[in-house]
């Protein structure tokens, strides 16, 4: 479970009569349990295959499975975490994190249970009564893990999660979300712009050319964990990863 196979999948976004090539001849394979970071340029097309994969977009050509079914559309196996705190302001911490279980049918009760073993496995149960204005970015995107995780995904998907965060914020929600991959298990495919998070996170980076995407090189990290940024192993995988996106003809990484 949580495999996933993308084979040439390309994705053009149609306005009026002309076409916006976006992603081209996309092949990916990720394995249960890998950690995987993409990395490109700005507009290059990240966003629109976290969106493929969590079946929110179409695509235009090629396939993606996931554990032998094919992707169509949204499903609770593929949960998505957004760079943008995207929890529901009028519920209470609990409410965001039970929300999806009680939607596919989980008894309160139950839903109730699981949620606050998330919240407990984030560090936010005592905080399962506070609304989202009531807490911190680095809070937030944590109640929005513990809320993917509720739906028991095979995959989770996260799109520049820590991007907003001050530089402490991130990298402990960088150490917490390691130690939470490594307790659950799952796949995780993660879009960052900083090189210093893929390499500290990944066992893959995944490079994208500019845009229409196309997957350029990629670069395995094979450093055991914990990593330390200090070190010259990661020093040296981080000045080949940032040249490989130097020599991405001028691109600019956003
Ligand atoms: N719904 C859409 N309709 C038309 N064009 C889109 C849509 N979503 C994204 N695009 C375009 O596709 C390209 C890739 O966008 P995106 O996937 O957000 O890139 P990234 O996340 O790598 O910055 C951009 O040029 C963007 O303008
Ligand atoms: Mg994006």
Redesign the pocket.
């Known amino acids: 479970m949580g495999n996933l196979v993308i084979e040439k999948l390309s994705k053009e ?1 149609k ?1 009026e009569k002309d076409k ?1 090539p ?1 992603l081209k001849d996309i092949d990916l394979a990720v394995k249960n349990g890998e950690f995987v970071t993409i990395l ?1 340029p ?8 976290l969106r493929i994969i969590a079946g929110l977009e179409t695509y235009s050509s090629g396939t993606a499975i996931l554990d032998d079914e094919l992707i169509t559309s949204p499903s609770p196996k593929r949960g998505m975490v957004f760079q943008e705190y995207s929890l529901f302001p009028w519920k209470t911490v609990l409410g965001n994190v039970m929300f999806g279980p009680v939607m596919r049918g989980v008894s309160k009760t139950d839903a109730e249970a699981k949620a606050i073993a998330y919240l407990d496995l984030v560090g936010l149960s005592d905080f399962k009564h506070s609304y989202p204005y009531e807490l911190s970015g680095g809070m937030k995107q944590r109640v929005a893990i513990a809320r993917a995780l509720a739906n028991e995904p095979e995959i989770i998907l996260m799109d520049e999660p820590f991007g907003a965060l001050d530089a402490q914020t991130r990298n402990n929600l960088q150490n917490e979300l390691l130690r939470i991959w490594q307790e659950e298990k799952k796949t995780i495919i993660f ?1 960052t712009h900083s090189v210093d998070e893929a390499v500290f996170l990944s066992d893959r980076i995944v490079i994208f050319s500019k ?1 229409p ?1 196309t997957v350029k090189k990629i670069v395995e990290v094979s450093i055991p964990r914990p990593r330390d940024r200090t070190r010259p192993e990661e020093n040296a995988i981080r000045n080949e990863v940032l040249r490989l996106l130097d020599s991405n003809e001028n691109a600019k990484i ?1």
Do not use: A, I, P, W
């Open positions: 976004f306005k916006f976006t490109g700005s507009g290059c097309g990240k966003t629109t295959l879009v845009r995407g956003d």
